[in-house]
């Protein structure tokens, strides 16, 4: 649905997800002159990198240039972009494969803007028209990888040369734009060749046998309805070529492992939990041994979550671990301050007028800094070298000392930003947005992180609330931001205690989501713990689903609101699982009572 970003998920997705390996790259050469957005311009590229895939897309993106530039209306851009991926994929479950499997796509992506710059056939509402999709052959068989390339670009103008037609009729009979900016920018055209990415031989047969370790964990626990343990090993290779002059290899390669357990409590609520690994290769991931504990917790919390009780709405002093705060900062801000949403006259704006401003407490600072391989010992998912424009990933100041500096652009320009700051990401298929990448936030104002549990008590205890809440584990969120609808989000909470101020047990909760809006949200944070954490997850929004990572501390809040989650009424299974047949009649569900300390 248009008018929702969901967004961080932790569920394996099947599509690129790669955490950049640590391999620099051996040539990339970056032409500083600016480019005239001609397509005459094509003419003075060579193919200088020596790849045959690459050489010929290069060919037919000439041929096709200059036959169309005899055509009305004419492109002024076009390019070619070819996507290589080869995965292997184990899944496991109650201690048996499920999935053992390898495959090999490609796909290749045409885009033409049609017209000029600051009008083409991709404005507003018709931006889809300005990409055709399609598999093309495997192999280096550069007859028919070309042949395959010519019949997108052939159904790609005439999707684009109709829609040019009806955007100028459209901007003609509509009322002005508050942003006039063109529709897309002058960058610098780039030659770069990515080193090739050599991943160590998976151990396939001493993987199959892990998983079938881990995953058969969960059968030793009769109330876990649903385990799967899941790897996936993917290597991928992106060309683009472009009629600016553009020439860019970037292998990549990515290993990640997701093990997923579910329950269902006595009045329907289904419970999750899951846990992600993320590393450029099967060998960084964590040991048997760490995995082993993390599945055995991940059992353990499953059945005191299905006994807990069920929270209620609350408004009152909140602790989010530094996992969940990254998650809150992903959806509550970082999505408003994506590029595109600030022209968009169908979304809320939010900030689009507030550069300059202070929009978040003084002792916090923003960057999205996809170029940031790692932090707190963790490998980030939002890492790459290029945007899926061809422009070179960079360092994006966002808010600094609570005042914001800027936004996440493409090569769509809004008013006072017009260029990329490397920003427009996609999945294939789809035209990229600006959007997130390494969203990091850091504090000038901390305590060291076991004290952040005493400092909620003191909030409680000023406040005179009866409890506070202390959120530990996060699933995921989303949020509305366009003006049809409220401007709310909403995030998704595992693992939530309630801390009192007497010094009584923490007590376990279900059933809860941290609601509310960002302006008035982001105020009321109090302060932040002296180490930073990280949550890797794939977010989906317009552009479709990219992997991202945010990186943040424990933070206090003086107020956060939380809402009962809406929940399905099926009961849990009738009958016992196969092994447990004689277990004893259940017992009315007792509260979990347990001492967090954060």
């Known amino acids: 649905m248009r008018a929702t970003t969901a967004s961080l998920l932790t569920l394996l997705m099947i599509q690129p997800a790669s955490v950049a390996a640590d391999t620099p790259a051996n040539k990339s050469v970056r032409d500083d002159s600016a480019p005239d957005n001609s397509m005459g311009n094509y003419s003075a590229v060579e193919s200088v990198l020596p790849d045959p895939i690459l050489k010929v897309m290069q060919t037919e993106l000439q041929r096709a240039t200059t036959d169309l530039a005899k055509s009305d209306p004419t492109p002024y851009y076009m390019s070619y972009t070819v996507y290589d991926q080869t995965s292997v994929v184990l899944a496991g479950s109650y201690g048996s494969l499920t999935t053992d499997t390898g495959f090999h796509r ?114 030793k626990y009769p109330e876990v309805y649903y385990a799967n343990v899941v790897l996936q090993v993917q290597n991928a290779k992106e060309r683009k070529v472009t009629s600016e002059g ?26 999750l939990r899951v846990e ?26 499953l059945d005191a979550l299905r006994k807990a009780p069920l929270a209620e709405p609350y408004a009152g002093p909140a602790l989010l671990s530094g996992r969940a705060a990254a998650v809150f900062f992903h959806e509550v801000l970082g999505h408003r301050l994506e590029g595109h949403r600030q022209r968009d006259e169908d979304e809320g704006q939010t900030f689009t007028k507030k550069v300059g401003q202070e929009v978040l407490p003084k002792f916090l600072s923003i ?16 890492t790459y070298e290029f945007d899926n424009e061809g422009v070179p990933a960079q360092r994006v100041e966002l808010i600094t000392d609570g005042v914001l500096k800027g936004f996440l652009t493409s090569r769509m320009p809004i008013k006072g930003f017009d260029h990329s700051n490397g920003h427009g990401r996609d999945q294939p298929g789809l035209m990229p947005t600006g959007r ?13 992180e076991k004290q952040m549990r005493q400092k909620l008590i003191d909030e409680i205890k000023k406040q005179n609330k009866p409890y506070g809440l202390y959120f530990d584990d996060i699933q995921g969120g989303f949020t509305l931001t366009t003006r049809s609808l409220p401007q709310a989000f909403q995030v998704l909470p595992v693992v939530v205690y309630k801390v009192f101020p007497d010094g009584r ?10 609601v509310g809006t960002p302006l008035a949200a982001l105020t009321r944070i109090i302060t932040t713990s002296d180490e930073q954490h990280v949550f890797n997850g794939v977010c989906g929004a317009e552009s479709g689903s990219v992997p991202v990572s945010a990186v943040a501390p424990a933070m206090l809040f003086s107020e956060m609101e939380v809402q009962k989650r809406a929940h399905e009424h099926d009961r849990p299974p009738i009958l016992p699982p196969p092994g447990f047949e004689n277990l004893p009649a259940k017992q009315p569900s007792t509260a979990a009572k347990t001492e967090v300390k954060p």
Do not use: C
């Open 276 to 301: 992600t690994f993320q590393a450029p290769s099967a060998k960084e991931l964590p040991d048997e041994k760490e995995l082993t504990a993390k599945a055995e917790k991940m059992a353990m919390d």
């Open 367 to 382: 960057v999205d800094d996809p170029t940031k391989r790692e932090m707190a010992g963790m490998k980030l998912a939002g």
């Open 246 to 271: 553009t020439a860019i290899i970037t292998p990549s390669a990515s290993t990640r492992l997701v093990m997923e357990a579910q329950t269902r409590a006595d009045d329907g609520m289904d419970l």
């Open 436 to 448: 997130q990448g390494n969203l990091i936030v850091s504090s000038s104002q901390t305590v060291p």
């Open 505 to 514: 047990p923490d007590e376990l909760v279900r059933g809860v989501d941290i």
């Open 106 to 219: 490609r796909q290749a992506d045409v885009t033409m803007r049609v017209g000029s710059p600051a009008l083409d056939n991709t404005h507003g509402q018709s931006r889809s028209s300005g990409m055709t999709s399609g598999s093309i052959p495997f192999g280096n068989d550069t007859d028919a990888i070309a042949r395959v390339l010519w019949e997108l670009t052939d159904r790609e103008y005439k999707r684009a040369s109709p829609a040019f037609l009806n955007v100028k009729t459209n901007t003609a009979v509509r009322a002005e734009e508050e942003d006039k900016s063109p529709d897309f920018s002058k960058e610098n055209a780039v030659t770069h060749t990515g080193e090739e990415v050599k991943l160590p031989d998976l151990d396939r047969a001493n993987w199959e046998g892990e998983i079938r370790r881990l995953s058969g964990i969960f059968r």
